[in-house]
């Protein structure tokens, strides 16, 4: 049979000129490295885009090349995301927050040629300049005025770097499977690994994750990411948001709940981060007596988000939370938690009890537990085992691995232990190297951590395993008091204890200051054991 259908490859593009053609006004609202808000709409950024395409090509970039950005969420930064892979080239997002070991190896690794990087950024390139081995320009996203005195040879100025451009330019032609984008895994466990998206994957994931059991993001809506674009592609958002029309919010360096609050003000409806921003937005606002009249959703992942956090927002502040789960080798939406018949139908607090999973999947990812024995578990909503992804926007093989990181069926291990209850709600609950083996059971350090951060005085808190000669391991908690409090272990002990069985509950709990995090925000439970092992820690007798 003849083919009925056009062949439209998915290239990002496309996505910019949907949002340019259809939604040309719709506002783009940034904060500025420079420190002014600037106000820009989806036909502008696309004529930048274009303009930072064409500027590119004239400085000798071609198709496949890579080019590291390293920038806070702000206008200049989409112009960019489109602007790079529109000439063809692959955008390597930097997080600035990475160790200088970390950075010097994945931009050698993945061959960068040029850096594209915020003026205030500057110095951290500069500390590693002598041991970058593959760039050859630097590209600075300011104005003449704010180019800063450098010891980088011959940086470029991005402003006056456009200027003889029009913006008059079709996107490079490319395949949909080209790559489009490399986002490195933060490499708590060895070198960091390069995940390469495609157009194709950036552009089905983004349709899948704007639907509306998803972020259900339309032209209606204000987002804004609060979530850094270099972290795990962005959670899709500057794909997502022109892909329907929303206005964007973007909210610079600033992460202070302050300044995101006043972000906030131009009209958010969505917005997007970590749990840990959270609940310092949720302490500013109670302190000074703030509410958020306009925004309706905030997405939560990354992390396991405190039942206390999603119920603040919903009873207090009228915000749904949509507690997500993903990585960024899934592009990196895996589930979201919006609510089925099935939990709409329960009550408050069943529907709360639902919110602590992280939902489940948009079509397009497919998803399973099994045990060791790679035996496919039940949905049970108990069995805990070893959850594997397979879908358009899940990695295939890491840059420059010999080998696929799937198995024979096509299965990528996340590397998360969860379980699946009968809806298809999935609930994170460990890490595979951090769960914690007691007497032949898994404890799940999560939910442990969970409960013990809904004690009213603690800020922060990690469950570990330490070893234990009769049962393997058994759980302890570190816990970082809130300020100016000193809460008495017995008392999270005993809150623990209302939602655990008594072999599941933690043998000591540990005060410190602080408790150490990766770059993207998350405990870092290796270092914990470091700690604790400098400390010449000892389980109680
Ligand atoms: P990095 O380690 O660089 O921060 P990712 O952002 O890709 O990398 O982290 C993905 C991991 O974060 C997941 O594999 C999972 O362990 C954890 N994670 C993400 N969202 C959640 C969540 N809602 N609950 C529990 N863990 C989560």
Known sequence: MAVGMQDFPLTVGKILDHAAKYHTKRKIISRSIEGPITKTNWGEVQVQAKKVSQALISLGIRTGDVIGVMAWNTSRHLEVWYGVPGAGAVNHTLNPRLFADQLVYIINHAEDRFLIIDFDLIPIIEGIWDRLTTVEKVIVMTNRAHMPQSSIPDLICYEELLEPFDGNFDWVELEETSPCGICYTSGTTGDPKGVIYTHRSNTLHALAASAPDMLGLSSNDVAMPVVPLFHANGWSIAYSAPLVGSGLVMPGRDMTPAALFEMLDYGV????????????????????????????????????????????????????????????????????????????????????????????????????????????????????????????????????????????????????????????????????????????????????????????????????????????????????????????????????????????????????????????????????????????????E
């Open 269 to 540: 409806t969505f917005t997007a981060a970590v749990p840990t921003i959270w609940m310092l937005m949720l302490q500013h606002l109670q302190a000074n007596d703030l509410h958020l009249p306009a925004l309706e959703r905030v997405l939560i992942g990354g992390s396991s988000c405190p039942r206390a956090v999603i119920e603040t927002f919903q009873n207090d502040y009228g915000v749904q939370v949509l507690h997500a789960w993903g990585m960024t080798e899934m592009s990196p939406l895996g589930t979201i938690c919006t609510f089925k018949p099935e939990i709409t139908a329960l009550d408050a607090v069943g529907r709360l009890d639902a919110q602590g999973t992280t939902g489940h999947p948009p079509y397009s990812i497919d998803l399973r537990i099994t045990d060791d024995t790679d035996q496919e578990l039940p949905w049970d909503g108990q069995t805990q085992g070893k959850l594997w992804a397979k879908g358009v926007g899940v990695l295939q093989r890491y840059l420059k691995h010999d080998e696929d990181a799937v198995d024979k069926d096509g299965w990528f291990d996340t590397g998360d232990v969860a379980t699946i209850d009968e809806n298809g709600y999935i609930r994170i609950t460990d890490r595979s190297k951090d769960v914690i083996k007691s007497g032949g059971e898994w404890i799940s350090s999560i939910s442990l951590e969970n409960a013990a951060i809904a004690h009213p005085e603690v800020a922060e808190a990690a469950a570990i395993g330490i070893a234990h000669p009769k049962w393997d391991e058994r759980p302890i908690l570190v816990i970082v008091a809130m300020p100016n409090k000193t809460p008495d272990a017995n008392d999270i002990l005993d809150l623990v204890g209302k939602s655990f069985a008594k072999w599941q509950v933690p043998d000591d709990v540990v005060f410190l200051d602080e408790l150490p995090h990766t770059a993207t925000g998350k405990i870092s439970k290796l270092e914990l054991r470091k700690i604790l092992i400098t400390q010449n820690y000892k389980l109680p």
